[in-house]
């Protein structure tokens, strides 16, 4: 039920609701500034469920600071190149050389299992003394005088100087704090990852591939060096737009690729067929702290996963903070108010502008007709080395509002209304 802690007796600093990877870098991040953490998970042991991770560069610059990222490259796929293309007519849209994406942002495009990713924290939570702790359902929070506490399923309380709540898309805390609900997007997502061994066809794992098409797309990229093909499979479901309480089915899935390509069809029947991943977010929320106790990660800022940043946004969560720990360090301690009222001063916009951009970009993915020929044209004619529009996601991690890049302004899609007459005949197939 609890590890055996290293970090001797005293009392605890941080308590940290929730051992995803958002929990466990959160916890390694303050143990690294010498605080006693104790993480409290809900399962009986700590892991991951799923498939793959794109871990972009504002996440893997931060994984090569905590000394991490050897190791995250080393299990891991490190792609040459990500490739976009039609679902419908399988041609390519555009492409990031990756390895050009590395040298711009001084940090690597890497893509990794996710239970591997999980396992690389736990072990070095461990290794920082990290109180590991499972079976601890934590069912309400309350501030005290001098910090926070939080009660458990069975009744026990456990009290910190402050507490990280870090419990995901049903977060306790946040309906504690805001009270609001997950937005249902009512698409869902298949996910299959399996030995590239058992795989009948030549597939490219040097790339990160994603397919779009009318309500649905297709992403398939390696994993372990190779060795796994990872496949993510992505569509609107018509049964959850009726108001079905059974949608997302496998019968859905078969249906909303019967028009694609026939690559994205190859891969379908290689996705897992009997649990699926529905898809909900929520409206930002620009307030995250309350006196001691602050979300962090999916409890914060879950959202629809088409920019690949829900799990890297945890990460950079659990940095910001512990380089404000670092700055608020006073005689006897740490400046808690300080170091919160910072963290909750910068992350919020950023996160707020990276829930409302993946949604747009799944909009954009998802179009059919006119706006997706529209939109193909506008993909095509992107430089292939124009990055601009990554700039502000892919760039440091601001620790200081006035440090957050600016937005990249994207282009209407009735702008190119001219190209379309002159490219429909491509673009329409
Ligand atoms: C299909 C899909 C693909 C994705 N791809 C990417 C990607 O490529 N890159 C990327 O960066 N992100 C991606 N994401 C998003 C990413 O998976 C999440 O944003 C991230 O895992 C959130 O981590 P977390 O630790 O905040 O939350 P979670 O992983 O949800 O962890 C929360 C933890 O808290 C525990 N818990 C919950 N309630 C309690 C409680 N009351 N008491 C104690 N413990 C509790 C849970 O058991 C769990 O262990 C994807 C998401 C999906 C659905």
């Not at 040459?80 to 679902?87: C, L, N, W």
């Not at 994603?210 to 390696?222: E, N, Q, S, T």
């Not at 006035?402 to 329409?428: H, K």
């Amino acid at each position: 039920m609890s590890e055996p802690s290293s970090s001797g007796a005293g009392t605890v600093h941080v308590l940290v609701v929730g051992g995803g990877i958002g929990g466990l870098s959160a916890a390694y991040a303050l143990a690294r500034q010498g605080l006693r953490v104790r993480v409290l998970e809900q399962a009986s042991e700590f892991g991951e469920v799923g498939a793959g991770l794109q871990i972009a560069p504002n996440g893997t610059r931060i994984l090569h600071e905590y000394g991490l990222l050897d190791e995250v490259k080393a299990n891991g796929v490190l792609p040459a190149s990500m490739v976009m293309r039609d679902a419908v007519d399988g041609t390519e849209l555009t492409r990031l050389d990756l390895r050009d994406l590395a040298r711009r942002y001084g940090a690597p495009y890497v893509v990794i299992h996710r239970s591997d990713l999980h396992a690389i924290f736990l072990r070095a939570c461990r290794d920082l003394g990290v109180d590991l702790r499972t079976e601890q359902r934590v069912t309400s929070y309350e501030n005290t005088a001098n910090g926070a506490r939080v009660t458990l399923a069975d009744g026990r309380v456990e009290e910190a100087e402050v507490v990280v709540a870090a419990d995901g898309l049903h977060s306790v805390a946040r309906q504690w704090l805001v009270r609001d609900e997950p937005v249902n997007s009512a698409y869902v997502a298949y996910r299959g990852a399996i030995p590239i061994a058992e795989v009948d066809r030549e597939v490219n794992l040097d790339e990160v591939s994603v397919h779009i098409g009318p309500r649905c797309h297709f992403v398939r990229y390696g994993l372990r060096g190779g060795e796994i093909l990872n496949q993510v499979a992505v569509f609107e479901s018509p049964k959850a737009l009726a108001g079905d309480e059974n949608w997302g089915t496998p019968d859905e899935l078969d249906a909303a690729f019967l028009a694609t390509c026939d690559e994205v069809q190859a891969g379908i029947p290689l996705m897992w067929r009997d649990r699926w991943w529905r898809m909900f977010d929520r409206d930002p929320i620009m307030t995250w702290v309350d006196g001691r106790i602050a979300l962090l990660g999916d409890a914060a800022h879950p959202p629809l996963q088409y920019l690949a940043q829900g799990a890297v946004m945890a990460i950079e969560d659990g940095w910001v903070l512990a380089q404000h720990v670092a700055r608020s360090r006073q005689t006897g301690g740490v400046d808690w108010d300080g170091a919160l009222s910072a963290y909750q001063n910068v992350r919020p916009e950023h996160c707020r502008r990276v829930v409302f951009t993946a949604r747009s970009w799944g909009k954009l993915w998802h179009l059919d007709g006119l706006p997706r020929r529209q939109r193909n044209v506008i993909l095509r004619a992107r430089d292939a080395d124009d990055m601009s529009f990554i700039d502000w996601l892919y760039g440091p991690t601001a620790l200081v509002p006035g440090d957050e890049p600016p937005m990249f302004e994207p282009i209407p899609l009735d702008s190119v209304g001219i190209e379309l007459s002159q490219t429909s005949s491509r673009s329409s197939r």
